[in-house]
């Protein structure tokens, strides 16, 4: 018999998965904290969009509190990397033992480009091989570093060079790897001088991996659907449920049903490893690109929330404004709130609040001190809250108190 599951109780599953109501305040988080959560999360999300933070710092703040980020990145670039890069749900860092379980996707790529006669790689293979071999001379390099005529940009921003897309073309197919960031220039080498022998001998099958990943899933996200934890890391339909089978048969997954999520919805399975919380205490921002919140379809049948970031919708049509996180209160998602660091003024700028309806009375009130915590964090001595939102005045009297 398949058992049934509130929607409360999902919802406090899904959020204890994915790391909220432990936190301890009696240490300061360090690499051992930082990587267990990466490990129980299976990846943070790299975004370029710095006007808050860049995305991959803002899961351990949420889930940690005030950290220092210098030991984030020794986690991810240097002798002592213990994260890597690829595509995995997008760009993202991963734990390192995870990367083999992507050579499918990695040959995927490798095999289309070599289906399609007019494509970019194929019209540039002279390229791609003098990049390898350029890198095999001199070893890791980023882009910008690259002494080649094709190393022009074509536009601004994504108006990538040819070492540039090269380079990205490589990455994509398994030829090179990650090596760590510069200033957020990401630095390309060879595989065997990134990583271990013993990583490199690492044998997958593509079923294998499929039923890891779903696992690593599923335990992120505690309870979930076919879809759900399809999207965790873009993966097929056909291929997830196939895994989810295996899972079931083994006794990682357990069939669960979760009836006001509506009869297309309601078949989910839950991690045998999953708590299942009475309560969540928790007080927090949450990137626009966490796991959280994601996969939107999730986050308005988990938490009842619509949520859109607005960094691509022209300024007069945006509703709640360019970089909005939303805020987790306990087991919700009650509102969203835009914040900008103005570095040079030394000042966290909340350019708009918003609170959802039936957010609790003392919405304000919870939310000060994590801002104050978070403008902490940033080494910023001030916060300003613009008059902009339905959550904006209390924020402000909440702050001044």
């Given at each position: 018999?398949?058992?049934?599951?509130?929607?409360?109780?999902?919802?406090?599953?899904?959020?204890?998965?994915?790391?909220?109501?432990?936190?301890?305040?009696?240490?300061?988080?360090?690499?051992?904290?930082?990587?267990?959560?990466?490990?129980?999360?299976?990846?943070?999300?790299?975004?370029?969009?710095?006007?808050?933070?860049?995305?991959?710092?803002?899961?351990?703040?949420?889930?940690?509190?005030?950290?220092?980020?210098?030991?984030?990145?020794?986690?991810?670039?240097?002798?002592?990397?213990?994260?890597?890069?690829?595509?995995?749900?997008?760009?993202?860092?991963?734990?390192?033992?995870?990367?083999?379980?992507f050579r499918w996707r990695?040959?995927?790529?490798?095999?289309?480009?070599?289906?399609?006669?007019?494509?970019?790689?194929?019209?540039?293979?002279?390229?791609?091989?003098?990049?390898?071999?350029?890198?095999?001379?001199?070893?890791?390099?980023?882009?910008?570093?690259?002494?080649?005529?094709?190393?022009?940009?074509?536009?601004?921003?994504?108006?990538?060079?040819?070492?540039?897309?090269?380079?990205?073309?490589?990455?994509?197919?398994?030829?090179?790897?990650?090596?760590?960031?510069?200033?957020?220039?990401?630095?390309?080498?060879?595989?065997?001088?990134?990583?271990?022998?013993?990583?490199?001998?690492?044998?997958?099958?593509?079923?294998?991996?499929?039923?890891?990943?779903?696992?690593?899933?599923?335990?992120?996200?505690?309870?979930g659907t076919a879809k759900?934890?399809?999207?965790?890391?873009?993966?097929?339909?056909?291929?997830?449920?196939?895994?989810?089978?295996?899972?079931?048969?083994?006794?990682?997954?357990?069939?669960?049903?979760?009836?006001?999520?509506?009869?297309?919805?309601?078949?989910?399975?839950?991690?045998?490893?999953?708590?299942?919380?009475?309560?969540?205490?928790?007080?927090?921002?949450?990137?626009?690109?966490?796991?959280?919140?994601?996969?939107?379809?999730?986050?308005?049948?988990?938490?009842?929330?619509?949520?859109?970031?607005?960094?691509?919708?022209?300024?007069?049509?945006?509703?709640?404004?360019?970089?909005?996180?939303?805020?987790?209160?306990?087991?919700?998602?009650?509102?969203r709130v835009d914040l900008?660091?103005?570095?040079?003024?030394?000042?966290?700028?909340?350019?708009?609040?918003?609170?959802?309806?039936?957010?609790?009375?003392?919405?304000?009130?919870?939310?000060?001190?994590?801002?104050?915590?978070?403008?902490?964090?940033?080494?910023?001595?001030?916060?300003?809250?613009?008059?902009?939102?339905?959550?904006?005045?209390?924020?402000?009297?909440?702050?001044?108190?």
């Amino acid at each position: 018999m398949v058992q049934t599951v509130s929607a409360a109780l999902a919802r406090r599953v899904a959020v204890a998965a994915q790391g909220f109501g432990a936190r301890s305040t009696a240490t300061t988080p360090g690499i051992r904290q930082l990587h267990a959560l990466v490990n129980r999360l299976g990846l943070l999300q790299i975004d370029s969009v710095n006007v808050f933070e860049r995305s991959h710092y803002l899961p351990a703040f949420s889930r940690l509190g005030h950290y220092d980020k210098a030991q984030l990145d020794r986690l991810t670039t240097g002798p002592g990397a213990r994260l890597t890069e690829y595509w995995a749900h997008e760009a993202s860092y991963l734990p390192l033992d995870t990367w083999p379980l992507f050579r499918w996707r990695m040959e995927q790529y490798r095999s289309l480009a070599a289906r399609t006669s007019d494509s970019w790689a194929a019209a540039n293979r002279p390229l791609l091989n003098w990049l390898l071999a350029a890198l095999a001379a001199n070893g890791p390099m980023r882009a910008s570093e690259v002494e080649h005529d094709a190393n022009k940009r074509s536009g601004p921003w994504w108006g990538w060079s040819d070492v540039k897309l090269g380079l990205e073309t490589l990455f994509r197919w398994g030829d090179v790897a990650a090596a760590g960031r510069v200033r957020f220039e990401r630095v390309y080498g060879l595989p065997e001088q990134v990583y271990s022998p013993e990583l490199l001998g690492r044998t997958v099958t593509k079923p294998d991996a499929h039923r890891e990943l779903i696992g690593l899933a599923a335990r992120a996200h505690g309870i979930g659907t076919a879809k759900d934890l399809a999207d965790y890391f873009r993966l097929k339909a056909a291929p997830t449920l196939h895994a989810i089978r295996e899972l079931e048969d083994s006794g990682d997954l357990t069939a669960v049903t979760v009836p006001e999520w509506g009869t297309k919805s309601a078949a989910a399975w839950m991690h045998r490893d999953a708590r299942l919380p009475r309560r969540i205490q928790a007080a927090t921002v949450l990137s626009p690109f966490d796991p959280v919140v994601w996969e939107r379809a999730r986050a308005l049948r988990m938490f009842n929330f619509h949520y859109r970031i607005e960094i691509y919708t022209p300024e007069p049509k945006r509703v709640f404004g360019y970089y909005s996180l939303p805020i987790l209160l306990d087991e919700a998602i009650v509102g969203r709130v835009d914040l900008k660091n103005d570095r040079q003024a030394g000042v966290l700028r909340v350019q708009a609040a918003w609170s959802e309806a039936g957010a609790p009375a003392d919405t304000a009130e919870r939310l000060a001190p994590v801002l104050r915590e978070a403008a902490a964090w940033q080494n910023l001595s001030d916060i300003v809250v613009v008059p902009r939102g339905t959550l904006a005045p209390a924020l402000a009297r909440a702050l001044r108190s």
